[in-house]
């Protein structure tokens, strides 16, 4: 098992940027498939990016493409989400989640099974 916490949230304007940090306990990080996800108050939990074990392939939401980038450090058994241009609508909480089971990224929150307590991003107008 691992357990993951995020970290770099925080309140931005509008066309601004973020960095997130999710650090995974563990020796074994690299053989887990990382993924973020996000939620904002009253919708689902969707899908925002995910990469591989290595960090050779990488998978974004149309909403984020261009935007975001996903990347990881295995050595520092972290993962990170690289926000620019940021938009009020990517105002949510976001969650980083991992599995390794799964080689290949999926947009499916069922197929994670280990996430972190999320951390807040504010995007003002």
């Known amino acids: 098992q691992v357990q993951l916490v995020e970290s770099g949230g925080g309140l931005v304007q509008a066309g601004g940027s973020l960095r997130l940090s999710c650090a995974a306990s563990g020796r074994t990080f690299s053989r887990y498939i990382m993924g973020w996800f996000r939620q904002a108050p009253g919708k689902e939990r969707e899908f925002v990016a995910g990469?591989?074990?290595?960090?050779?392939?990488?998978q974004y939401a149309d909403s984020v493409k261009g935007r975001f980038t996903i990347s990881r450090d295995n050595a520092e058994n972290t993962a990170y989400l690289q926000m620019y241009s940021l938009k009020p609508e990517d105002t949510a909480v976001y969650y980083c989640?991992?599995?390794?089971?799964?080689?290949?990224?999926?947009?499916?929150?069922?197929?994670?099974?280990?996430w972190g307590q999320g951390t807040q991003v504010t995007v003002s107008s």
């Open positions: 990469i591989t074990r290595s960090g050779g392939s990488r």
């Open positions: 989640a991992a599995d390794s089971l799964h080689l290949a990224t999926t947009t499916k929150t069922t197929d994670y099974d280990y």
